[in-house]
């Protein structure tokens, strides 16, 4: 059974940083592409960030590039996003998420989530 | 940058009756050279993540029931229920996975009427 579980969520002020995790398991994480995805309350779905399974590869929605990077640890079948210069427009619930396959593939398995919040 | 705009906003549909969501892509989200659309579909119920229905436009994911089905081309896509039942009740999102920045619909909000 496939899991994904995310962490590190929480209250940071404007202008902080947060490291998201997601430990993965229930299949072979370093054989497909893995994303993060956000959801701000009561608001849509917004893809975040997207990393290729060997990692080699990496993806950003302009509203993040510079400041937000992902990453992951195919030994211990983990993905990341470190996210710098928070605004408060990076309040969201923040999904880790699967991919059907290791490059353009449908989102097949989404975490709970892990909640950000950016205020003073 | 793919523009996804789905309609209606939201809709309320009768139990037993047929549910229609659309979808429209501002570029085609079909590759040529194997003829698939890169297009998604989600249903997302309160307090939960999205969950897969469809997959390549018209594919349902293992364990969906068959009244639901996808279809279109090119630009142009449609999610089916075929007979609303109760828990059909969520949002609906449409997603193209054929150039980064992937992106989503902003969602359809199905009601029973």
């Known amino acids: 059974e496939v899991q994904l579980v995310e962490s590190g969520g929480g209250l940071v002020q404007p202008g902080g940083s947060l490291r998201l995790s997601c430990a993965a398991s229930g299949f072979t994480f370093s054989s497909y592409a893995m994303t993060w995805v956000r959801q701000p309350p009561g608001k849509g779905l917004e893809w975040v960030s997207s990393?290729?399974?060997?990692?080699?590869?990496?993806f950003y929605a302009d509203s993040v590039k510079g400041r937000f990077t992902i990453s992951r640890d195919n030994s211990k079948n983990t993905l990341y996003l470190q996210m710098n210069s928070l605004s408060a427009e990076d309040t969201a619930l923040y999904y880790c998420v699967k991919e059907d396959g290791d490059y353009w593939s449908a989102f097949d398995y989404w975490g709970q989530g892990t909640l950000v919040s950016v205020s003073s | 940058d793919i523009v996804m705009t789905q309609s209606p906003d939201s809709l309320a549909v009768s139990l037993g009756e047929r549910a229609t969501i659309n979808c429209k892509s501002s570029?085609?989200?079909?590759?040529?050279?194997?003829?698939?659309?890169?297009l998604g579909w989600y249903q997302q119920k309160p307090g939960q993540p999205p969950k897969l229905l469809i997959y390549w436009a018209s594919t349902r994911e293992s364990g969906v029931p068959d009244r639901f089905s996808g279809s279109g081309s090119g630009t142009e896509f449609t999610l089916t229920i075929s007979s609303l039942q109760a828990e059909d009740v969520a949002l609906y999102y449409c997603h193209q996975y054929y150039s980064t920045p992937y992106s989503f619909g902003q969602g359809t909000k199905l009601e029973i009427k």
């Open positions: 570029q085609s989200v079909l590759y040529s050279s194997n003829n698939k659309n890169y």
């Open positions: 990393i290729r399974g060997s990692g080699t590869s990496t």
